[in-house]
């Protein structure tokens, strides 16, 4: 099997290297929302982005958000992650990493893999088998909720692990 490495070599490019990889400019628009994405790092909805970005550009359209989300993710800046029905939410974070879905307060949580390991090392895919990308996810509690459920329920009852590979 052949996984992309992204631990290969830290000098890694810009995301205006990226957008200029694809023939594209750096808009104020799409820095805007990029830097937003990077502000704050909780995996927004389309509609959260528009929010944030609003306080500084009080003319941009939800349209438009939508319109830089896409680029910076067709252009591998940011991630959209997917999870049941729920709208798409966006992650800067482009080291491999698994989301935790909180089923007590609906927050995304990154979680990292433990260093020097690769999504190989852990999952027992067959030799013949090409994958583009990977996508762990985990449904549970996140610490805060976690905690305050603690006194309730025992632990690790509700950490059902899931994975979609594409
Ligand atoms: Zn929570
Ligand atoms: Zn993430």
Redesign the pocket.
């Known amino acids: 099997m052949k996984l992309r490495d992204n631990h290969s070599g830290d000098a890694s490019p810009t995301p205006d290297d990226h957008i200029h990889g694809r023939g594209l400019r750096m808009t104020d628009q799409r820095r805007a929302v990029y830097d937003a994405l990077m502000g704050q790092?909780d995996?927004p909805t389309a509609v959260e982005v528009f929010m944030r970005v609003k306080t500084k550009m009080p003319n941009i359209s939800l349209a438009t958000v939508y319109n830089c989300l896409e680029t910076l993710t067709d252009c591998g800046i940011i991630?959209a992650?997917n999870h049941d029905r729920e709208p798409s939410?966006y992650?800067?974070?482009l080291a491999e990493?698994a989301?935790l879905f909180c089923q007590g307060c609906g927050s995304?949580?990154?979680i990292p893999l433990r260093s020097n390991r690769r999504p190989q090392d852990i999952w027992d895919l067959p030799e013949d088998v090409s994958v583009v990308q990977h996508e762990v996810s985990f449904r549970g509690l996140c610490p805060k909720c976690a905690t305050a459920d603690a006194a309730d329920t025992p632990p690790d009852t509700q950490k059902a692990p899931r994975t979609r590979s594409k």
Do not use: G
Request: glycine fraction near 0%.
């Open positions: 790092r995996h991630k992650v939410r992650c800067p974070n990493h989301h995304v949580m990154d």
